[in-house]
């Protein structure tokens, strides 16, 4: 029956119509065969939060909630208590709240971001991290995932070997960007100028005139500095601050001089 709510309130906003059969035969059996069409655009816009709006609280004042307000508000997990909140004053939480809410902000981290470094962590999360039931479900939940569990000092990684919950991937030759932010990773070994790094994509465009025609135009260089670093902080491996590109650790994984090279000829780097 409950399931049955859930597609009849679908239906409701228009999410799902019904082409063939009756959502109803559902209560008396699961097996009953309905045939839906999905507006999946409209699907993925929906709110889902655990507290819905009609279970707010209405402002004594009748002021309406601001956006962001009302988003806070059916966001929040009551599972948690106050276990995210640091204010003077905020009652204090049991450890099963605390360590829930901490086992949840760093897993959902790691599987939302390509890496997740110490130093982003507060120091709770990062005493978690470290603590033996942190290191245990951390392994569990990477196993259960079908991610390959990559830890380093400065930090941890989910890899999705399969790229079944992959939305954007590095390495790649999907694009000119991420072949240009791959190849220069090596003249960012150390903290550079994005002159410099100007410098070193100007070369490769020299280097291998047939690649990257998007790029050749008036200002392309500085276009395929941008993008690559783009591409290159969007993955965690720079972080871009007053005219400086600074490597972050996981770059070091991905150098190319670190690996074996294969000769693709002169058109193609």
């Keep these: 029956m409950a399931f049955v709510d859930a597609l009849r309130m679908l239906e409701s906003l228009g999410t ?123 392994r569990r939940a990477a196993e259960e995932g079908g991610f390959l569990l990559e830890e380093r000092a400065e930090g941890v990684m989910f890899v999705d070997p399969d790229g079944i919950a992959t939305d954007s991937r590095f390495p790649d030759d999907g694009n000119n960007a991420k072949v240009a932010a791959l190849l220069l990773l090596d003249d960012i070994d150390s903290v550079t100028t994005i002159e410099q790094v100007r410098l070193a994509a100007g070369a490769l465009l020299v280097k291998f005139p047939a690649w990257a025609k998007g790029y050749r135009g008036e200002n392309g260089t500085d276009a395929l500095v941008a993008d690559a670093l783009d591409v290159l902080g969007g993955f965690g491996l720079v972080r871009v601050a007053g005219g400086l590109v600074h490597p972050l650790p996981a770059a070091a994984r991905y150098a190319v001089s670190a690996t074996r090279s294969t000769d693709l000829g002169e058109d193609t780097p």
């Design 16 to 138: 799902v119509e019904v082409l063939d059969g009756a959502t109803e035969s559902y209560v008396d059996s699961t097996e009953a065969k309905v045939l839906y069409r999905v507006d999946t655009t409209l699907l993925m816009r929906l709110l889902a939060a655990p507290t819905g709006v009609s279970q707010l609280a209405v402002p004594v004042d009748e002021v309406p909630m601001r956006f962001d307000e009302l988003l806070s508000a059916v966001s929040r997990e009551r599972r948690y208590g106050s276990a995210a909140e640091h204010a003077e004053g905020i009652p204090p939480v049991s450890e099963v709240q605390r360590n829930l809410w901490l086992r949840h902000s760093i897993f959902r981290r790691l599987v939302d971001d390509p890496v997740v470094y110490l130093d982003d962590l507060t120091a709770d999360e990062r005493g978690y991290l470290n603590s033996p039931t942190g290191r245990q479900l951390l």
